[in-house]
């Protein structure tokens, strides 16, 4: 039996407010290795800690029970207190009696009676806790990050300017991403390929990054600082090294009918092809599914005018593995499908288009050559109206609960850039609330409004009705003086809510990273570790952990980067002790325990074994208790009960569940 | 196969065409419409008030009828079919009106929702088949531009009609393919006719119904075909509407060669 000391944390008026602290103290001392109680308003603090220490030394105590906040905010903290007491860390048990009692009771009786029982059942764990030893762990000094867009690029040029290496992953035949898409960005209206691409050209030129475009990761294995990935490299049919750029076999593609998609499909593409002139690397890609060659076996044009003789149509997926000390996740977003909202007329109407397809339009790099017209006529627009929050802040199932955050500012963008270019076009937006906080943000909403007459009408659109002349009406409604609106419009754009890019499911469930309901990837604390997966190793850049604009994704991306670094820089991790571990005698070498181990950390050998003194030779389960993670997969599968946890023993559960049901 | 039938007052007076020629193509088309004996009326609008109950229990009454026979109930009406869809939701999921209804009603077994509500149309789709239908008929609508008119009643609320996408439907369009017509796809066929205001403010739904049949004819539609006996007469009353509306069943008479010219 140990020597327990329970501590009971107040929280200031956290737990206190609901839980009859002195009753838990009064009851602890009933238990049974209890020795010492006490309570205090605030634990963590370094009185509360330092009372710890005292009892620890004074009473000769064996085993710590802390009553107080969820281990995961505080466990490190008693466990350090423990330690320079002179006390294993891992003779401290938390009784989390806040998120799980006092935060989520209203009666004081029952919560009182319900840390009462959490008390007990952490005493009884911790009577059979045995001291623990923290191993190590190497650190792979290479960053991965999956993602080549601004969020990705700014993190691997941030990261290889600490002078650690760093591979992109990069799933499209360029790296980019949506802001290559852009035409200008706000608030300070400066052409986004300007800014972009000298940022490409930059991670592409360093020494410390290697780009991996046209490949996906496939397979993710290990844990925080040794991380295993197979890179699939998709076949290019285009050799690398020798092809110049020219873009003469794209000049020649006879099929020249595919759906371009950087430009949102408005305008078609070759099927060998780069998706834009600044693409990095200037290397095309031949389009297999769309590819005559590929398609029906005739034809070989480009490989006939590659002066370079870089056209390979025999070229092979390639799988590269590669081990990796940090990896960040960087997938970025797209545009929701339209599909549920017709009443916006958008798959009826060419003149219906989405935002991020005006982006294109209005670029001059864009199927229109920059110029803003009709795509149905081709004619210029007198009348446009931009349609806010479709599918963004949406109460029923159809769109997305949240707000998409950055479509009060490009549409504010659009409007002030129309009415300038053609001083002739009314431009009306709808909206549900203009939401511009971040710096000279709103400032420039005013400029929209107040210097360039964009006319703006708080109110939601009903229906866009295409009408037999080619013309658009739009019914809505102007809240403010109450009235129906019938506007005939020219065009009119949509504000389409944005998602996390849908490859991301993928993704987090090969890193073991946590998404939330919408598929944006979670964070470890949504205030404190924002740029931090609750998975060790795993760091969050960009839209892929929630909607955000420019400024801000790359504030993100550097975050993210500087706490890669903050693990690069590390030459050895502590590793949990809380590891699996066979008991020889019982284990049968039956392996199930490694099928279902997700680390691949058990392995089996033969040994001699002494049972009870029979002496024989038997095929046995041995953990490796660097690649294990403590995730109890094995111990709950093992048929014949030989595979523990340390820290998290059956006996230690059962004595939990016992001294609850008690 | 045969199916419970629920005509509803409009069919047996005003819009006798609608029931009589659905009947005789059902037979054609190989499927039986039993009429429910001593069916009430749905209550028109009555029964969609969240605290009504009375009105709700004549069509709890047919619903039980189909189960009881173990057949599916059809309707023709959409206003017909709005009201029984709903109710038989509100018997499915709502607790407050099922344990009064039946508790009203002291059927020998509860009625919880358990019959199948189809329209005519939804037999057609998903029962029939419109290429079986297609197959069906002898004399081909070939060359008529016909303009589907849904109106509100059978499409909203969607979550509990199911119909088809309340914003851009296809079922009527895909029974004009299948009669052998071509479709005139207009951005009104999904708005309101007005409903029962016409009886109170006859201006708000003669100006309803002009946007519809306008817009219909601006894109080029022959004549309108409808489910609804009320949307028929709104549309009707519309003074400078220049093409015809039918309902649907005439029309699938027409091309399954039952109709007499």
Known sequence: ?662 | MKYSYYPGCTLKNKAQALDMYARASASVLGFELEEVSEWQCCGGVYPLGSDEIATKLSSVRVLNEAKKKDQALVTLCSACHHVIKRVNDDMKNVPDIYQKANRYLQLEEDYRGETNVYHFLEVLRDQIGFDKLKEKVVKPLTGKKIGAYYGCLLLRPSSILAFDNPENPKILEDFIRAIGAEPVIYPYRNECCGGYISLKEKDMSKNMCEKITQSAEGFGADMLITACPLCMYNLNKTESKKIPVYYFTELLAEALGLKED
């Open chain 1, 1 to 662: 039996m140990q020597r327990i000391g329970v501590f009971v944390c107040h929280c200031g008026s956290n737990i206190a407010a609901t839980v009859d602290v002195k009753k838990v103290v009064e009851m602890a001392m009933c238990e049974p290795g209890v020795v010492h109680a006490e309570d205090y308003p605030y634990m963590c603090s370094e009185a509360g800690q330092a009372k710890i220490q005292a009892a620890i030394k004074e009473k000769n105590l064996g085993g710590v029970v802390v009553c107080s906040c969820s281990p995961r905010m505080h466990e490190n903290t008693f466990r350090k207190a423990a330690e320079k007491a002179g006390l294993n860390p891992y003779m401290v048990e938390i009784a989390n009696i806040r998120e799980h009692c006092s935060w989520i009771h209203k009666n004081m009786e029952e919560a009182t009676e319900k840390a009462v029982i959490l008390m007990k059942a952490a005493v009884a764990k911790v009577n059979l806790n045995t001291p623990l030893q923290a191993g190590e762990s190497r650190v792979t000094k290479r960053a991965l990050v999956i993602g080549g867009g601004i969020a990705g690029i700014q993190t691997a040029l941030d990261i290889a300017e600490a002078g650690y290496p760093v591979d992109i992953v990069e799933k499209t035949p360029s790296i980019g991403g949506r802001m290559s898409q852009l035409d200008k960005t706000f608030p300070t209206l400066d052409c986004s390929a300007c800014i972009l691409t000298p940022k490409m050209v930059e991670a592409n030129a360093h020494p410390n990054i290697n780009i991996y475009t046209y490949s996906e990761v496939e397979k993710v294995s290990g844990f925080v600082g040794d991380f295993t990935v197979d890179i699939r490299k998709k076949a290019r049919s285009v050799d690398m090294s020798k092809c110049t750029g020219c873009g003469v076999c794209q000049e020649k593609c006879p099929n020249k009918k595919t759906p371009n998609e950087f430009n949102r499909g408005l305008n078609n593409r070759s099927a060998i092809y780069t998706p834009f002139a600044q693409a990095i690397p200037n290397v095309p890609v031949i389009d297999r599914e769309h590819c005559t060659k590929f398609l029906t076996g005739k034809c070989g044009i480009c490989a006939k005018v590659c002066q370079a003789g870089a056209v390979d149509y025999e070229q092979q997926d390639e799988i590269i593995t590669e081990k990796y000390g940090a990896i960040v996740v960087a997938t970025g977003f797209n545009m929701i499908n339209l599909d549920k909202y017709d009443e916006y007329a958008y798959s009826q109407s060419k003149d219906v288009i989405t935002s991020l397809e005006l982006e294109r339009i209005m670029n001059a790099a864009g199927p229109t050559k920059g110029h803003l017209e009709r795509l149905s006529d081709g004619k210029a627009p007198k009348e446009m109206v931009f349609i806010q929050c479709v599918g963004s802040r949406c109460a029923d199932k159809r769109g997305k609960s949240y707000c998409s955050k950055i479509c009060c500012m490009y549409t504010a963008k659009h409007a002030m850039l129309i009415r300038d270019k053609y001083p002739d076009v009314n431009v009306t937006v709808f909206y549900i609330d203009v939401r511009t906080p971040g710096k000279n943000f709103d400032e420039f909403y005013r400029r929209a409004v107040e210097e360039y007459g964009v006319n703006y009408i708080k109110g939601q659109v009903g229906k866009v009705i295409p009408q037999p002349d080619g013309k658009l009406l739009v019914q809505g409604s102007d809240l403010l003086s109450n009235k129906q609106i019938l506007k005939e419009a020219d065009m009119v754009v949509l504000a389409a809510a944005i998602e996390p890019e849908p490859g991301v499911r993928n993704i987090a469930t090969m890193l073991t990273a946590s998404i939330d309901t919408n598929d944006f990837l979670t964070e470890a604390h949504a205030k404190l570790r924002p740029v931090e997966s609750p998975t060790a190793g795993i760091f969050l850049s960009g839209v892929c952990q929630g909607p955000k604009d420019i400024p801000e994704t790359v504030s993100q991306a550097g975050a993210a980067a500087v706490k890669a670094i903050g693990l690069l820089a590390k030459d050895k991790l502590t590793t949990n002790p809380c590891t699996a571990k066979a008991d020889e005698l019982m284990c049968n070498g039956c392996s199930q325990c490694a099928n279902v181990c997700p680390y691949g950390a058990i392995s089996y050998e033969t040994k001699l074994i002494n049972d009870h003194g029979v002496r024989e030779d038997r095929r046995v389960a041995v953990v490796n208790s660097a690649l294990c993670q403590g995730c109890g997969a094995c111990t709950v599968t093992c048929p014949s009960g030989a595979m523990d946890l340390q820290g998290f023993s059956n006996r230690q559960i059962l004595a939990e569940v016992d001294a609850i049901c008690r």
